[in-house]
């Protein structure tokens, strides 16, 4: 299968394009005209999308020296840096009826939207962030109560210890009480997930979804399979985190404020700002 991550450039100031040239062999155009009306009709699809085109395609040329001492002259190379949105509007102009063209739309639009999804998260807020995630959490982990359903777990005893597998895996053998612990809540009236910062939240969020994934695709039948896969998910996310250097998820500041506080903030906010003001005499 060919990987349009392996033509992928990155330029000095760590920007990524792909090179049309490249792109047009990879997509199966014999002809540069062929596959040039393609990339003219992204450039319209660009435009009317109100975006700059020369932020998604850039003309690669060269000078020539020209004669009697003329200035050099900029000619064009019949090649353009493009950028992953460029790549995905040329992909979407292109024949569907192709499989690589399918292929190509399917890739580029799944990763233009991860693109736009981080850029999205790297614009907000320690707090938003930990609403985002916390909230992401809720989600994922009802899909990972229904893989524990099917592997046979149906008290709230065995799901806690189910839990408690996949928090020692990821915090090298703290439960969730001892976690608690050291965060200094009570466990019994505070959830440790509501009083974490988003690192450590995104640390659990890929345990939640991995484990997921996992106990689905192997089709996890029995309680005790699903805590060893809990546990060795939490191990394989912890040595990642080893690996590239982070922090532990044990030893991340514990927040002031819990994400239930938060959000209880931002809605007393709200409330009070859609109520009338009293007039003063």
Not at 56 to 83: C, L, N, T, W
Not at 155 to 175: C, I, R, S, V
Not at 206 to 217: G, K
């Amino acid at each position: 299968m060919i990987k349009f991550e392996d033509i992928r450039h990155t330029d000095e100031k760590g920007n990524e394009y792909w090179l049309a040239r490249e792109l047009q062999e990879v997509l199966g155009y014999k002809q540069w005209r062929r596959f040039k009306e393609a990339i003219d009709r992204a450039k319209e699809a660009c435009q009317r999308s109100k975006q700059e085109i020369h932020d998604h395609f850039a003309d690669i040329g060269k000078s020539v020296e020209m004669p009697s001492k003329a200035k050099p002259r900029f000619i064009a190379d019949y090649d353009q840096k493009m950028s992953r949105y460029a790549c995905y509007l040329t992909a979407m102009n292109g024949d569907p009826r192709k499989e690589i063209i399918a292929l190509a739309q399917t890739y580029f639009a799944v990763k233009t939207r991860q693109q736009e999804y981080q850029e999205l998260f790297n614009s907000l807020t320690e707090d938003d962030r930990r609403l985002f995630l916390r909230s992401d959490i809720k989600q994922k982990n009802m899909l990972l109560v229904d893989a524990a359903k099917r592997a046979g777990i149906t008290t709230g005893w065995e799901y806690a210890e189910f839990q408690d597998h996949g928090y020692m895996g990821l915090y090298g053998g703290f439960n969730s009480r001892d976690i608690a612990e050291r965060k200094k809540l009570d466990p019994d009236k505070q959830e440790i997930l509501d009083y974490m910062g988003s690192e450590e939240l995104a640390a659990n969020l890929f345990r939640i979804t991995q484990t997921e994934s996992v106990m689905r695709r192997k089709k996890t039948a029995t309680p005790n399979e699903a805590n060893q896969e809990h546990y060795r998910v939490g191990t394989e996310v912890r040595a990642a985190i080893e690996r590239i250097g982070g922090e532990m998820p044990e030893n991340l500041p514990t927040p002031e404020k819990s994400t239930a506080q938060i959000e209880r903030e931002r809605i007393n906010k709200i409330k009070q700002a859609g109520k009338p003001q009293k007039l003063k005499y």
